[in-house]
């Protein structure tokens, strides 16, 4: 879709951007309301994420609201920063730092006994002998199925910024050696991450993976690694998701000032304490990081994964095959359509029947995944807030 439609005159830049020449308006708004929900939803889980960091580190002495606070003002000094043009060496020290965390995660975890008291404090799951699972573990429920796929989703799900990188790469053939090394990187390292991990602490593996390690000296360091890496997250996400909601939102409907102006410059300077906040409310409120996370990789990031894209392609598809020889376009840049309507579309259709009616089939099946996700992350909501956690909204006690 990206080689048919991106043009020096009219360049693609965003997911939105193809929605809206498939489409139209209506599609392009949708997919950068719920962009905006996604990356604001992200921010909201590094806050929790490295809330329970510091707690941690803290032994727990520090009120639980307290140490998001202390992530959430972090976050706000480095959310000023408007460009990324000399972040990206920082953004690929983050990965491996991650690495380098990840060893160290599975060192301790081959050679300590699982922080039974975090898992407790979030699940309600008492100490006792680890148990593992080669299939579904025995005892889980339907919706626990579906909790870890949502996982699963939230880990691998990125095409939301495909378009973005295709934009910046140009070449097409640099973005598949790219996709396709970075794929392989991720899926080998955290299949190795999670199945060695799982190995060793069975039912009691905790997310994030070192928040689950008893010792505390290896404990603090596998969460201040995640602090570091979190903050520069923290500044991706905040500053590519506070972009796309002033420039699809603030500046198309409400007419806010350009960036590149020094009104722009100012209002983006108070926006970010509000971005954040924001953020910081949806941590505070939900204090469940499996299943926040989980519910986010169900609502938004399973959609531009897996729902958009056979959508995007059956509607590119069948205007492009619906075009007869006869259509030209004019000098003044007019199409001149023989025909519209049902007619059209059937036309179109019939052209690459198998292949339409393959996007139709796997279009409903990500549909219908992603509801039976949001399904189950709202109901394992609503039973860790009846107590399944110690964490309660906008309270002092820890889930770890």
Known sequence: MFCGLDSDLYPLKSYGDVAYRVYGPWARHSINILQSIQLIFNVGILILSNGQSI???SKGTICFIVCLVIFLVAGMVVGQIRTLARFGWLANIAVWINV???FFIMGVAANSLPNYAAVQAAYSIAPGPVHRSAGQPPGTSFIDALNGLNQAIYSFG???IFVEFMAEMRHPMDFWKALIIATCFIYFVYMFFGL??????????FNPAMQGLSPYGWQTVGNVLNVITGLIAAC??????????YVSVLEEFFHAPSLIKKAGKIFWVGLIPVYWALAFVIAAAIPQFSYLSGLIGALCILQFTYTFPPILYLGYQIKKDAMLPSEQMDVHGNYNREDSGMTRWIRGYKRR?????FNV????GAATTAVLGIYSSIKSLIGAFNGTSVATSFGCAAPV
């Open 55 to 57: 707690s941690q580190m």
């Open 100 to 102: 380098l965390n990840m």
């Open 158 to 160: 990125g095409a939301m």
């Open 196 to 205: 060695f991990v799982y190995s060793y602490q069975g039912q009691y593996a």
């Open 236 to 245: 991706l996400y905040g500053n590519i998701g506070l972009k796309v909601l």
């Open 353 to 357: 029947w198998l292949m339409n009616s």
């Open 361 to 364: 089939f796997y279009a409903l």
